[in-house]
């Protein structure tokens, strides 16, 4: 059912009517042709069968003398003549009262049985019998001769005749309801051809119009409904040619904010940024050149004083560079555009005054100025500029101002990331300072403590010797105790001596320091620690600053662990890349919280924060790992090159 549906319903309009017509014409033809041929051939036999009474009668009447005085050739002419007139008589027959046949029509012969096929009461006027035979239906009729006492008159009548009138009958229905189908399919198609043409206007332009055509229109043909359609359609496609301006002015706004929102937070110096920002919102607007100008930093204007600042043109598209000199050199003085700084609003300037510098470019109709602002404070303008005098808009000088803002947010923004990164090159000076002027110290200290407190230990051990040499043998014992104190002092020296400035790391590099370290960490902390050094090939060094961060941030870490740790097992991994070395300290003790650890104000903290400037100041990166029972882990890699 659904494919019978979708087969009829798809033809087009003019088929549907057309056959809609042309079908209604043919079926209201059809059924009155049988209508009438049903019914002409009822009332053609009808009479066939009264003209057939009429003809049995008149030939009982005529036959009733000649059977009385037996005169059968008289009667054979009588049935021969009966034939002659009648052309739709088949046969004809007479019987005598007991049945037997005197006459008959038949050429080859009585048929056998005929006879009795009808049969006639003698009360009754006739009697009517339809036998089928060869030649098709025969419309048998008796007729009582005498009241039946004479005999039975029976002629056949064929149905020929009736035939013959209703096929000519229906012949010439069949050619009216051709001619009438004509007319009507005729009619049809001026009626389609009527409503189908504005119809298939409208689809033209519908096709049009999906295809992003909005400018096709269909002529109303008439004041009907399909003229009302057409009007209906020609304004919406007005409506919808609006909406798509609205819609492309916005997409092309949103573009635009879209472009110098990108360039604005693309990684890169200011000038760029700027420069990348306007050239976006020229293509974005389709315009021919642009300008950027940033008031000076240290005379930024503030309040009614924003045309006493100096201009530094940062960006200059699409005109000569002399323009914008002379724009420099005027500070932008006795120009409409300095109501933008003041007023703190988008200006446009059309037509350009007889001062305007723009001018000379001879191209330029009309300007806009736009304040770039931030916080309500004005750092800058943004100027744009079109060939046309009525090329910007209230909707477009809105999207200047919202770019103006964003510019502005821009320059603030990269003002605070150069104040940021200056402090924070002053802050790395100074920290390198201090660290360079610590090692420094601390290597003064060791040379100190080995130099003149190792000698001063060292003769005092050499005095106590000398002094118990000369004493008896009872005061001798106990001089031995002071010279192991002594000894012991000495060696206490030379291991914070070593510990403050380690001869190897400057005579034989990390590894030979670490290994003397790790060594002497074992032996005074009773710990479990082990060293792992790859990539250390050659006795190739380190880079001095890296030895030296590398040394100082495992001993800080190893200090820790031995203070704070509890731990019963160390393990430290140096790893040399290609590009940079990668140290690991981890132990098993009892851990802490990493992310609350840096909270705390206590000589924990104030390490691991050292051991991070260390990393950073030679740009690299430092990160600790620990949980409370799980142990933790100190990771730091410095690049190399």
């Known amino acids: 059912m659904p494919k019978l549906r979708a087969w009829l319903l798809r033809p087009g309009v003019r088929v549907k009517i057309m056959g809609i017509v042309l079908g209604l014409v043919l079926l209201l033809g059809l059924g009155i042709t049988w209508q009438v041929r049903a019914s002409m051939t009822a009332t053609l036999t009808t009479q066939l069968d009264q003209r057939g009474v009429s003809i049995a009668r008149d030939l009982a009447a005529r036959s009733t003398d000649l059977i009385l005085i037996n005169n059968t050739y008289a009667l054979y002419g009588l049935l021969q003549d009966t034939l002659l007139n009648n052309a739709d008589l088949r046969y004809a027959f007479v019987l005598d009262s007991n049945g037997r046949v005197l006459v008959h029509s038949f050429d080859h012969g009585f048929p056998r049985g005929l006879a009795e096929e009808n049969t006639v009461g003698s009360t009754d006027r006739a009697h009517t019998v339809v036998l089928m035979s060869d030649e098709g239906p025969i419309h048998d009729i008796a007729v009582p001769i005498f009241d039946g006492r004479a005999g039975i008159a029976r002629v056949g009548l064929t149905e020929h005749s009736v035939h013959a009138a209703v096929d000519g009958l229906t012949r010439q229905l069949l050619l009216i309801t051709l001619a009438v189908s ?40 008439s004041d009907d409904e399909i003229g009302k359609l057409s009007t209906a359609f020609n304004r919406m496609t007005d409506e919808l040619a609006q909406a798509q301006g609205a819609m492309l002015r916005r997409h092309r706004e949103l573009a635009a904010l879209n472009a110098v929102a990108n360039a ?57 560079p002399e323009i914008g000199a002379r724009e420099v050199e005027t500070g932008l003085q006795g120009c409409p555009c300095t109501s933008a700084l003041r007023d703190k609003r988008a200006v446009v300037v059309t037509p350009l005054p007889e001062r305007c510098p723009l001018r000379d470019a001879h191209t330029i109709a009309s300007h806009v100025t736009v304040p770039i602002l931030s916080h309500a404070r004005v750092l800058g303008v943004l100027g744009v500029a079109s060939e046309d005098a009525q090329a910007f808009s209230m909707d477009e000088v809105k999207l200047l101002e919202a770019a103006g803002q964003q510019l502005g947010v821009a320059v603030e923004n990269a003002r605070l990331w150069d104040d940021l990164r200056e402090k924070e090159r002053v802050r790395g000076q100074l920290l390198e300072k201090v660290i360079v002027a610590q090692e420094e110290e601390r290597k003064r200290i060791a040379r100190e403590l080995h130099d003149d407190t190792g000698q001063a230990i060292t003769s005092l051990m050499v005095g106590l010797r000398a002094t118990s040499d000369a004493c008896d043998p009872d005061v001798r014992t106990r001089f031995e105790p002071l010279r192991e104190i002594a000894a012991q002092t000495l060696e206490s020296v030379k ?34 620690a082990d060293l792992q050094m790859t990539g250390f090939r050659d006795g190739a060094r380190l880079p001095a600053e890296a030895e030296l961060a590398l040394y100082r941030i495992i001993q800080e870490s190893l200090t820790n662990v031995a203070k704070h740790a509890r731990a019963k097992n160390v393990s430290v991994v140096v790893e040399r890349k290609p590009q940079a070395v990668v140290a690991i300290v981890e132990d098993d003790g009892c851990g802490f919280d990493a992310r609350t650890v840096f909270e705390l104000q206590d000589e924990m903290k104030l390490g691991l924060h050292g051991m991070r400037e260390r990393a950073e100041l030679l740009g690299g990166r430092l990160r600790i790992e620990s949980t409370p029972n799980a142990g933790s882990s100190v990771f730091v890699e410095i690049p190399i090159q």
């Not at 009626?191 to 049009?208: F, G, M, S």
């Not at 021919?288 to 000076?296: C, K, Q, T, V, Y």
């Not at 030979?512 to 960490?521: D, G, K, P, V």
């Open 264 to 320: 604005v937070n693309a990684p890169a110096p200011l000038t760029e940024t700027l420069e990348r920002s306007l050239r976006a919102l020229l293509d974005s607007l389709n315009l021919p050149a642009g300008w950027i100008f940033l008031l000076d930093r240290e005379r930024a204007p503030v309040a009614d004083s924003a045309t006493s600042a100096r201009v530094q043109l940062t960006c200059w598209i699409g005109l000569s």
């Open 495 to 528: 291991r914070l001596a070593r510990e403050l400035r380690p001869p190897l790391l400057d005579d034989l590099g990390l590894p030979a320091a670490l290994e003397r370290y790790i060594s002497n960490y074992r032996v005074n902390f009773g710990l479990n």
């Open 182 to 221: 004509l007319l009507g399919v005729g009619a049809a198609y001026l009626l389609t051809l009527i409503l189908t043409r504005p119809i298939l206007t409208l689809v033209d332009a519908t096709q049009a119009v999906a295809h992003g055509d909005l400018s096709r229109k269909t002529p109303p043909w």
